[in-house]
């Protein structure tokens, strides 16, 4: 019994806490759920070795799960970063091993009850703060406790969902708690409100429009019709969600980039096909298939982390039979969820089968448009749901179809030795990364390399460090620390530019003879075909150029550079004096007045990017 009770505790307390820190996003947070999760695990196991057999619930799950996180492996084979692709196959494993749990220990209706209490505790708490939020700041859009409103409002789409079936269909008793579910519903619908998201507003109609729909079709157009009234005047009418909807574009150059960005996810996914970029990488993709924004004042400015559409994510990543598994995955959830519904009309669980099943259709519906299932707290939630429907039609006895098997191993003493030892094991491995950060802060790089060798990131940071310690000394081992650790960097991470473009930088300032200025250009050309629309890069190449009296070579660096960002002043003025050198006043003058105009329009922004920074900084002394 005391093993039952720590799982359900550990389930709780991982409801409880990633939505509660940036949706667990910072290392921090998710290795402190693998922590918990650990322990969780471990309670499991140890009940199994009590019970004197291993019991193991089905379900039509198992199988697209285990395929899912088969090819998410595969794809490491391919990965461009596979620190990367590492660190998003832990995130997904722990969703399996959650819902596995929540399948084969929630049992009983007190501990379902637990789980759902949890959920919406902590929903109504980051609601509340989202307010309160929206309140003191002048209106402004809430974050709450996530990283950004998008991914706020998403979340909450699951605890309305999950307070709206239970009121509409459940068969809760007392005014009190009925009272308490329509002013939780009331709480999530204004918090979701005021984040003004687009998807978020599409999801939740669809999700009313849902939960309506099974109440009566009369009820579906009612509360469609409320929700967009709703959507329409709150918080005014003229920053209204569906207002936001309605005027899309406008003076929003931004506007229309996730239809970009889904055709760089497209291109990537044309060019990897089968096993994609590798889990977790589409953000070390993307230099390669960026794309203008006109109207602004960078016009590459604009970075994609994420393809802000999941599927189009999983499939760029993994490559298309994964997606493939995962609409199998979506397709085996619904089609027992509706099995399942159809046994419990009448029964007290049938509306919380509902609200669980309409908050995993809400986030679906919104990962068409944006990525909400990276946020850890997110799929955290939904394995659960997924759990406590899919294990409900054991607990209720429509097929029992447990395996249980008797295994004289449990009954060994040596059981324990070796969950003891899978647990130090696993416990270190999900630990490493988050020591290796604490290292990386302190600038104790070797050590945070001992601990995560295969971040190029810390191979990096070390390299710089040693070429300050090179000019600083002038110790020629140094120089050769810092090449050695740049090169292991690329083999880490062959598709980051960045490292490519700072190794021929340093190259060709801190060695001699005429080899390295073949080196600098080699390394400079790698890094143009990985960020082909990098302005810096065709800068820096042209600079080089410059260096070495190749002037024709230059130039056309630096028109290109000027062709991909037309603001930016210091390779118009770079090209300018290579005109004024040659003699060609003329064509210098129109560059200088080029470069002139381009920093006074940088000057006038008021708010910049690095970016933008990078663009607007000048070579003072020549304007």
Same mark, same amino acid.
């Given at each position: 019994?005391?093993?039952?009770?720590?799982?359900?505790?550990?389930?709780?307390?991982?409801?409880?806490?990633?939505?509660?820190?940036?949706?667990?996003?910072?290392?921090?947070?998710?290795?402190?759920?693998?922590?918990?999760?650990?322990?969780?695990?471990?309670?499991?196991?140890?009940?199994?070795?009590?019970?004197?057999?291993?019991?193991?619930?089905?379900?039509?799950?198992?199988?697209?799960?285990?395929?899912?996180?088969?090819?998410?492996?595969?794809?490491?084979?391919?990965?461009?970063?596979?620190?990367?692709?590492?660190?998003?196959?832990?995130?997904?494993?722990?969703?399996?091993?959650?819902?596995?749990?929540?399948?084969?220990?929630?049992?009983?209706?007190?501990?379902?009850?637990?789980?759902?209490?949890?959920?919406?505790?902590?929903?109504?708490?980051?609601?509340?703060?989202?307010?309160?939020?929206?309140?003191?700041?002048?209106?402004?859009?809430?974050?709450?406790?996530?990283?950004?409103?998008?991914?706020?409002?998403?979340?909450?789409?699951?605890?309305?969902?999950?307070?709206?079936?239970?009121?509409?269909?459940?068969?809760?008793?007392?005014?009190?708690?009925?009272?308490?579910?329509?002013?939780?519903?009331?709480?999530?619908?204004?918090?979701?409100?005021?984040?003004?998201?687009?998807?978020?507003?599409?999801?939740?109609?669809?999700?009313?429009?849902?939960?309506?729909?099974?109440?009566?079709?009369?009820?579906?157009?009612?509360?469609?019709?409320?929700?967009?009234?709703?959507?329409?005047?709150?918080?005014?009418?003229?920053?209204?969600?569906?207002?936001?909807?309605?005027?899309?574009?406008?003076?929003?150059?931004?506007?229309?980039?996730?239809?970009?960005?889904?055709?760089?996810?497209?291109?990537?996914?044309?060019?990897?096909?089968?096993?994609?970029?590798?889990?977790?990488?589409?953000?070390?993709?993307?230099?390669?298939?960026?794309?203008?924004?006109?109207?602004?004042?960078?016009?590459?400015?604009?970075?994609?982390?994420?393809?802000?559409?999941?599927?189009?994510?999983?499939?760029?990543?993994?490559?298309?039979?994964?997606?493939?598994?995962?609409?199998?995955?979506?397709?085996?959830?619904?089609?027992?969820?509706?099995?399942?519904?159809?046994?419990?009309?009448?029964?007290?669980?049938?509306?919380?089968?509902?609200?669980?099943?309409?908050?995993?259709?809400?986030?679906?519906?919104?990962?068409?448009?944006?990525?909400?299932?990276?946020?850890?707290?997110?799929?955290?939630?939904?394995?659960?749901?997924?759990?406590?429907?899919?294990?409900?039609?054991?607990?209720?006895?429509?097929?029992?179809?447990?395996?249980?098997?008797?295994?004289?191993?449990?009954?060994?003493?040596?059981?324990?030795?070796?969950?003891?030892?899978?647990?130090?094991?696993?416990?270190?491995?999900?630990?490493?990364?988050?020591?290796?950060?604490?290292?990386?802060?302190?600038?104790?790089?070797?050590?945070?390399?001992?601990?995560?060798?295969?971040?190029?990131?810390?191979?990096?940071?070390?390299?710089?460090?040693?070429?300050?310690?090179?000019?600083?000394?002038?110790?020629?081992?140094?120089?050769?620390?810092?090449?050695?650790?740049?090169?292991?960097?690329?083999?880490?991470?062959?598709?980051?530019?960045?490292?490519?473009?700072?190794?021929?930088?340093?190259?060709?300032?801190?060695?001699?003879?005429?080899?390295?200025?073949?080196?600098?250009?080699?390394?400079?050309?790698?890094?143009?075909?990985?960020?082909?629309?990098?302005?810096?890069? =065709? $800068?820096? &190449? !042209?600079?080089? *150029?410059?260096?070495?009296? /190749?002037?024709?070579? #230059?130039?056309?660096? @630096? %028109?290109? +550079?000027?062709?991909?960002?037309?603001?930016?002043?210091?390779? =118009? $003025?770079? &090209? !300018?004096?290579? *005109?004024?050198?040659?003699? /060609?006043?003329?064509? #210098?003058?129109?560059? @200088? %007045?080029? +470069?002139?105009?381009?920093?006074?329009?940088?000057?006038?922004?008021?708010?910049?990017?690095?970016?933008?920074?990078?663009?607007?900084?000048?070579?003072?002394?020549?304007?």
């Amino acid at each position: 019994m005391i093993f039952e009770r720590l799982i359900t505790l550990g389930l709780v307390a991982i409801v409880l806490f990633s939505p509660l820190f940036r949706a667990a996003l910072p290392i921090w947070a998710i290795t402190s759920v693998y922590l918990i999760l650990l322990v969780t695990l471990a309670s499991w196991l140890v009940r199994i070795k009590e019970d004197r057999g291993f019991s193991f619930t089905r379900t039509s799950l198992d199988l697209p799960i285990l395929f899912f996180i088969l090819f998410a492996s595969l794809s490491l084979i391919r990965s461009i970063n596979i620190h990367h692709s590492i660190s998003a196959l832990y995130r997904l494993i722990s969703y399996a091993l959650i819902y596995f749990l929540v399948v084969n220990n929630i049992k009983s209706k007190l501990e379902i009850k637990k789980l759902i209490q949890s959920i919406l505790e902590v929903s109504v708490f980051v609601a509340l703060y989202g307010l309160i939020e929206f309140f003191i700041h002048n209106f402004t859009p809430p974050f709450s406790t996530f990283p950004n409103l998008n991914i706020f409002a998403s979340f909450l789409l699951i605890p309305f969902s999950l307070a709206s079936g239970i009121l509409l269909f459940g068969k809760e008793r007392g005014g009190g708690k009925r009272i308490a579910l329509g002013v939780m519903i009331i709480l999530f619908l204004l918090a979701i409100i005021t984040t003004r998201s687009r998807g978020a507003f599409l999801s939740l109609a669809l999700i009313v429009t849902f939960l309506g729909y099974l109440k009566s079709k009369r009820y579906a157009l009612i509360t469609l019709a409320l929700v967009i009234l709703l959507f329409s005047l709150f918080p005014t009418p003229v920053n209204s969600p569906l207002m936001r909807l309605i005027t899309v574009g406008g003076k929003d150059p931004y506007a229309y980039t996730r239809i970009s960005i889904w055709k760089s996810a497209l291109s990537i996914i044309k060019d990897h096909l089968f096993l994609g970029t590798g889990l977790g990488t589409f953000k070390d993709a993307f230099p390669g298939y960026s794309f203008p924004v006109e109207g602004v004042f960078a016009r590459f400015g604009k970075k994609a982390s994420f393809a802000h559409n999941e599927y189009l994510q999983i499939a760029s990543e993994m490559g298309i039979f994964a997606l493939g598994i995962f609409l199998w995955l979506l397709s085996a959830f619904f089609k027992k969820a509706k099995e399942i519904l159809k046994n419990l009309q009448g029964k007290e669980e049938y509306g919380l089968v509902i609200g669980l099943v309409a908050g995993i259709i809400g986030v679906l519906i919104h990962s068409l448009v944006d990525f909400p299932l990276h946020a850890p707290a997110i799929p955290i939630v939904l394995s659960i749901n997924a759990g406590i429907v899919m294990g409900l039609s054991f607990n209720i006895r429509y097929q029992t179809s447990d395996i249980r098997k008797k295994s004289t191993f449990l009954q060994s003493k040596r059981y324990y030795l070796y969950l003891v030892l899978i647990i130090v094991i696993l416990g270190y491995a999900v630990l490493a990364p988050y020591l290796a950060d604490i290292y990386a802060e302190r600038g104790e790089y070797k050590k945070a390399i001992a601990q995560d060798p295969l971040c190029g990131e810390y191979h990096f940071k070390l390299a710089n460090l040693y070429v300050d310690q090179y000019r600083e000394t002038g110790d020629s081992y140094y120089r050769i620390d810092a090449y050695g650790e740049f090169k292991t960097a690329i083999k880490l991470e062959p598709r980051n530019s960045y490292y490519h473009r700072r190794l021929a930088k340093f190259y060709h300032q801190n060695f001699a003879g005429r080899s390295r200025i073949n080196f600098a250009i080699r390394e400079m050309q790698k890094a143009l075909e990985l960020a082909p629309y990098d302005c810096f890069f =065709h $800068y820096e &190449l !042209g600079s080089i *150029y410059a260096n070495e009296e /190749r002037y024709e070579e #230059a130039i056309q660096n @630096y %028109k290109k +550079a000027i062709e991909l960002e037309p603001n930016y002043a210091q390779a =118009h $003025y770079n &090209l !300018g004096r290579i *005109y004024e050198d040659s003699g /060609r006043t003329e064509i #210098a003058e129109e560059e @200088y %007045k080029k +470069a002139e105009e381009a920093r006074k329009r940088g000057l006038a922004k008021l708010t910049r990017t690095k970016y933008e920074n990078q663009l607007i900084s000048l070579q003072r002394r020549g304007l």
